[in-house]
C-alpha cells in the first residue's frame, strides 16, 4: 500500500526512515535523511578513454540496451537515442560502435571525494528446492509483500527524495517500522496467510533475499521463476563483514561460499547472525518464459551485461562502460554493460553490482567477485548531471 503524506507528518517520515538508513537522524536533526547523500559526479570524456572499448563484442550488451529502450522511450532525452536504435540493419560491433559514438558520449563517474574507483560485486540467480507445501523437509517460507506494509511516498512534499521509500505499518492510529527480520521469524503470525512456497535449506533462502530473483524446483520437478515484491524497509547489514569483524572468517574467507561453509559448521549460532540483517524481501511468482529474472526497471536481466548500480548517481537504463577484474584476479574484464538493476547494499556513485546470471558457474563468479572498478556511462549528448536526479 502506497500512502502520501503532508507536511505535518514529515517528522514522524524522516524518524520512520531511520529504519531504512545506515545512520539514524539525531532528534534535532529530523529536517535531514539519514540517507547518504550521492550527487552525480561526472566527466565528460572521449572515447579514446575507454580501454577495451575498440575490442568488445558489444552485440550481448546491444540486446540489453534495447530491453532498456522499451522504457526509456518514454522518456525526452532519451526518445531520439532510443527511436534511432530501431532503425540499426545490421546490428554488427562496427554499426553498434558508430551508433554508440553517434548518439551518446562517454562520462566518467567520479566518486564525491574526487577518486574514480570503487566496488565492483557480484550476484546472480540461485536454484533452490522447495514444494507448494509446508513439510518437515520444506519449513522455510517464501512470503508475497503483505497488505499491512506501508511504502510512504515522499516526493509530493520533497520530490529530491524520489529515491527514499520508507516502509511501515499502522500500529493503531500511527506508523511504525515494519517488523524485522528476527520479529518476522520468532512471530511466523504475522506472515501467517501470505506463504506461498517452502524451501528445505534457511541460509539458501537468505541469499536468495540478497540476489533479489531466482528459481524454485519443485518437488515434481517443475521450476518456478521467483521476483523481488518489495522489503520491509530496514538496512542491509553484510552478515560477511560482520563474521570478520567478530574473527570468525579471515577477510578472503568471507565469500558467499565461506559464509554458507560457516554456517554449516556453527548451527547453534546461525539464527543469531541472519537476525543481524534486519532486511527482510517478499517475492512474487513471475512467468516462465522470461529471458532472465526482472531487474528493478521491469526488463529482464542479461547474463554478463547487466549491472545493478545507484540510480542517485547512475540513470536506469543507462549503457556503462566497465573496467575491472575477473573475480579473484588480476586479468582485466572490460566490457559494455547495461543499468537495469538496483539494490539495498548498491549504494555510492562508483558501485557496481555484475549480474552473472544462473547456475553454478554465475553462483561460484558472484560469490567471489570483489573487485575495484571504473565506470563510465554513455548518455545522450548534451544531458547533464541534473537530468539524473530528475530521471
Not at 547518504?36 to 540496451?65: K, M
Not at 546461525?270 to 532472465?292: A, K, V
Request: charged share 20%; aromatic share 10%.
Amino acid at each position: 500500500m502506497k500512502i502520501q503524506l503532508s507536511f505535518p507528518v514529515m517528522t514522524l517520515v524522516l524518524l520512520l526512515n531511520a529504519c531504512a538508513s545506515e545512520t539514524a537522524p539525531l532528534p534535532n536533526e529530523v529536517n535531514k535523511v539519514a540517507e547518504p547523500i550521492i550527487r552525480p559526479n561526472l566527466i565528460v570524456t572521449d572515447w579514446s578513454q575507454l580501454t577495451g572499448w575498440a575490442n568488445d563484442d558489444i552485440l550481448p550488451a546491444w540486446d540489453a540496451f534495447l530491453q532498456s529502450c522499451g522504457v526509456l522511450i518514454n522518456k525526452p532525452q532519451w526518445k531520439e537515442v532510443c527511436t534511432a536504435a530501431t532503425t540499426v540493419q545490421q546490428p554488427d560491433n562496427v554499426a553498434l560502435r558508430d551508433f554508440f559514438e553517434t548518439y551518446l558520449s562517454p562520462h566518467q563517474i567520479i566518486n564525491n571525494d574526487g577518486t574514480d574507483d570503487g566496488l565492483v560485486t557480484g550476484y546472480y540467480e540461485p536454484l533452490l528446492l522447495g514444494s507448494r507445501q509446508p513439510s518437515d523437509r520444506f519449513r522455510y517460507p517464501l512470503h508475497a509483500a503483505p497488505d499491512s506494509l506501508l511504502s510512504i511516498d515522499l516526493r509530493g512534499v520533497y520530490p529530491e527524495l524520489e529515491n527514499i521509500s520508507p516502509r511501515g505499518r499502522y500500529d493503531g492510529e500511527k506508523i511504525v517500522p515494519y517488523y524485522t527480520r528476527a520479529e518476522i521469524k520468532q512471530y511466523p503470525n504475522i506472515l501467517r496467510h501470505h506463504e506461498f512456497l517452502w524451501v528445505d535449506n534457511e541460509v539458501e533462502l537468505f541469499f536468495l533475499q540478497i540476489q533479489g530473483s531466482g528459481r524454485i524446483v519443485l518437488e515434481d520437478g517443475e521450476i518456478l521463476r521467483i521476483g523481488y515484491a518489495d522489503h520491509n524497509g530496514h538496512p542491509y547489514r553484510s552478515i560477511g563483514k560482520l563474521l570478520v569483524e567478530r574473527n570468525e572468517l579471515l577477510l578472503e574467507q568471507a565469500s558467499m561460499q565461506g559464509i554458507k561453509q560457516w554456517g554449516e559448521q556453527n548451527p547453534d549460532k546461525l539464527d543469531e547472525l541472519l537476525h543481524q540483517n534486519s532486511r527482510y524481501i517478499f517475492f512474487r511468482e513471475l512467468p516462465n518464459d522470461l529471458s532472465g529474472p526482472l531487474g528493478a526497471m521491469g526488463v529482464p536481466l542479461t547474463a554478463g551485461r547487466s549491472i545493478a548500480i545507484d540510480p542517485r548517481a547512475v540513470p536506469q537504463g543507462a549503457p556503462v562502460f566497465l573496467e575491472t577484474t575477473w573475480p579473484n584476479t588480476d586479468k582485466e574484464l572490460q566490457r559494455l554493460m547495461v543499468a537495469q538493476d538496483t539494490g539495498s547494499a548498491i549504494k555510492g556513485n562508483v558501485r557496481v553490482d555484475f549480474f552473472w546470471g544462473f547456475g553454478q558457474e554465475a553462483a561460484e563468479q558472484a560469490g567471489k567477485m570483489k573487485q575495484k572498478g571504473k565506470i563510465w556511462v554513455l548518455l545522450p549528448n548534451g544531458y547533464t548531471s541534473s537530468m539524473i536526479a530528475k530521471k
